[in-house]
């Protein structure tokens, strides 16, 4: 079977739904031909052959407010149907079996087209709700009533999905952890004073009160006695951690799994902020981030809405700490009342992975069919 994976994103960035994507195909590269409609100038390496269409006007670094408005809004309406255009012509040219489509972005039922899609078959994969990546409820609407398969992240999701545009079989299909990639040992004793705060990624606006609470709070243990490192992989330099009593380590973005794992075990605590002001995506979306941190030897902290799918699941499985507010001194006491429980709440996440996510069989329901 030979798949066109069409998305807004290349297969070799950063993102986690690229990280899926990655991890589905892996073993298969051979099989697997890259199709990408992007806004952005990109360039990436990787073992699947990858054909980026870029919409234009493409966004630069150097674009400030006005302009990025500008050219977003040239993009969606005056060359929106030149776009459309060559997405679809260079599908036309691909050999395949199968249309991978990821439901994200503007553009993704474009090649919902019956002669492009005679005698191939259509799978869907819907990562986040429609209205949280730029997509459209019709756009949603084609794409879960034309597939053959879909592939969902979450079955709160499924689940609105099959309320919204009628009831449809569906399959889970999440991001995974290898069984080399659970790592059975201790965390820190719980009488231990030093503390290493982990996170990677870039940090977004709405995640910055969440940053600015998490400072504060470990600012408060440090008070208290406690030595803390937080390590901050790929995020941008944030001026409210300037002067702070706790160490801050910045390191550069990669998305090589060895080194990411080294740094993971290395961690007493895993940081999951979840933005409170999109409902949209807290309540039907499962982070990527999160399911890497299931299978380390540290103890997983959420910090977000209560009613968002990866609260309920962590909640369920009693894997994790769990602060839903946005009050210091909560999840000050969060943290410190919780590093006497590290080593059940890990053990927990650790049964949570190899239940839930192991990525071998989730990557062969993926590719029966």
């Given at each position: ?189 719980d009488n231990s004073d030093t503390i290493v705060v982990y996170f990677a990624g870039l940090l977004h606006l ?12 470990l600012d408060v243990l440090v008070g208290n006695g406690k030595k803390i490192t937080l390590v901050l992989r ?136």
């Open positions: 079977m030979k798949i066109l994976s069409f998305q807004p994103y290349s297969l070799f960035a950063a993102g986690g739904g690229s990280r899926i994507l990655r991890r589905l195909y892996e073993g298969k590269e051979d099989d697997i031909r890259s199709l990408v409609v992007s806004a952005y100038p990109t360039s990436y390496d990787g073992p699947i052959v990858e054909t980026i269409v870029y919409a234009k006007p493409t966004q630069r670094a150097w674009m400030r407010f006005v302009l990025r408005t500008w050219a977003t809004w040239l993009r969606l309406n005056l060359f929106q149907k030149a776009t459309e255009k060559a997405i679809f012509k260079q599908a036309l040219k691909e050999n395949f079996d199968i249309l991978h489509i990821v439901n994200h972005g503007n553009f993704s039922a474009l090649l919902c087209n019956d002669a492009l899609l005679k005698n191939k078959l259509l799978w869907v994969s819907f990562h986040d709700h429609f209205s949280s990546v730029g997509s459209s409820l019709e756009q949603a609407k084609i794409l879960w009533k034309k597939a053959n398969r879909r592939l969902v992240i979450s079955p709160e999701l499924g689940n609105e999905y099959n309320s919204l545009f009628g009831e449809q079989e569906y399959q889970i299909i999440t991001d995974g952890v290898a069984q080399s990639e659970v790592t059975y040992t201790i965390v820190p004793s709405d995640y910055i009160p969440l940053f600015r609470v998490l400072a504060d709070a790929g995020t941008q330099k944030l001026d409210f951690l300037t002067n702070r009593k706790f160490i801050v380590d910045y390191r550069p973005l990669i998305i090589d799994n060895q080194v990411l794992k080294e740094e993971l075990d290395s961690a007493t605590i895993l940081y999951l902020p979840m933005k409170f002001t999109d409902p949209a995506f807290y309540k039907y979306s499962l982070s990527t981030k999160m399911v890497g941190y299931l299978g380390a030897p540290g103890v997983i902290l959420y910090h977000g809405p209560a009613e968002s799918a990866a609260c309920r699941l962590l909640l369920r499985s009693d894997a994790s700490l769990i602060c839903t507010n946005l009050e210091v001194s909560t999840l000050a006491n969060t943290i410190q009342q919780g590093t006497g429980d590290m080593w059940r709440l890990a053990k927990n996440a650790k049964k949570l992975a190899v239940q839930q996510f192991d990525i071998e069989k989730i990557r062969s329901l993926f590719w029966e069919s």
